[in-house]
């Protein structure tokens, strides 16, 4: 039996105990269905429902009415037990908090990623915008130099000579 076992034994006998105190008599069927119930429940072993530790689930798993739990001196017992901070809940409830978390983390990281996308989408744009002004400009310039040389050229004493051709 490993710890998360022995803490949910613990847990259930200590409502039987409370019970048996304040009733010792007294229980009925429909309480020892809605103590076997919250066990199973306790434990990790639900039967019919998702084995959250709520009022439905307990009293599906007992097959018993709410109104049958509240009347039930069960109902006040199992309120006393989940009240207490150091009661331990089963695993499942923790992998459903933990699965919670790593959803809400997975969103966080799905917006900023998808920010960080746009951001590097439109530093590309500006970069392209730019490459093809900065080309335009060059070509503007390629073609003054080569007005500048053939009007230079033609004047034979000025002093415009021609700058060596580019190889590309």
Do not use: W
Request: hydrophobic residues 40%; neutral net charge; glycine residues 4%.
């Amino acid at each position: 039996m490993n710890a998360d076992s022995a803490d949910a034994d613990r847990i259930v006998q200590g409502l039987q105990a409370r019970l048996a105190r304040s009733h010792p008599a007294s229980l009925t069927d429909i309480d020892r269905r809605l103590v076997a119930a919250f066990e199973r429940l306790t434990l990790g072993r639900p039967e019919l429902t998702d084995g959250r530790i709520i009022v439905a689930n307990i009293c599906v798993e007992a097959g018993v009415s709410r109104a049958s739990y509240y009347r039930s001196p069960v109902a006040a017992a199992v309120k006393e037990v989940l009240d207490a901070p150091q009661v331990p809940r089963p695993e499942i409830e923790e992998l459903r908090a933990q699965v919670k978390q790593l959803k809400t983390a997975e969103r966080t990281l799905r917006a900023d990623h998808a920010a960080e996308i746009r951001d590097c989408r439109d530093t590309i744009a500006t970069y392209a915008n730019q490459i093809q002004t900065l080309a335009l400009r060059n070509a503007e310039l390629e073609t003054e130099i080569q007005r500048l040389a053939r009007s230079g050229g033609q004047e034979g004493g000025s002093n415009i000579r021609p700058l060596p051709s580019r190889s590309t």
